[in-house]
Nanobody, 127 residues
């Protein structure tokens, strides 16, 4: 059974860091683009970052550029989101999602192309 499991969320003070992990089970990540999304209370879900299957395409939302870094380790079947200089407005549930595609020039930052989703991990940035 294809499954994505997020971990690494928690409570952190403004300016702090967290590293989220998205672990795949039941499939290998080699042919999947992975996206990170987040949803804050009362707000629509937004794309945070994405990385293509080869790592050749990486994108970030303007709100996280320069602070967040996405990476992947296909051998470990895991994608990471390193979040630095966290702000209270980063508070949200963070989800990872997978899209099967062998080669992708530009990874998508919108929800609709992704067919597999994790359950999410809560990130709270507060003093």
């Amino acid at each position: 059974q294809l499954q994505l499991v997020e971990s690494g969320g928690g409570l952190v003070q403004p300016g702090g860091s967290l590293r989220l992990s998205c672990a795949a089970s039941g499939f290998t990540l080699d042919y999947y683009t992975i996206g990170w999304f987040r949803q804050a209370p009362g707000k629509e879900q937004e794309g945070v970052s994405c990385i293509s299957s080869t790592g050749g395409s990486i994108k970030y939302a303007d709100s996280v550029k320069g602070r967040f870094t996405i990476s992947r380790d296909n051998a470990k079947k895991t994608v990471y989101l390193q979040m630095n200089s966290l702000k209270p407005e980063d508070t949200a549930i963070y989800y990872c999602a997978a899209r099967r595609v062998a080669v992708e020039a530009i990874c998508p930052m919108r929800r609709s192309p992704y067919g597999y989703w994790g359950q999410g991990t809560q990130v709270t940035v507060s003093s």
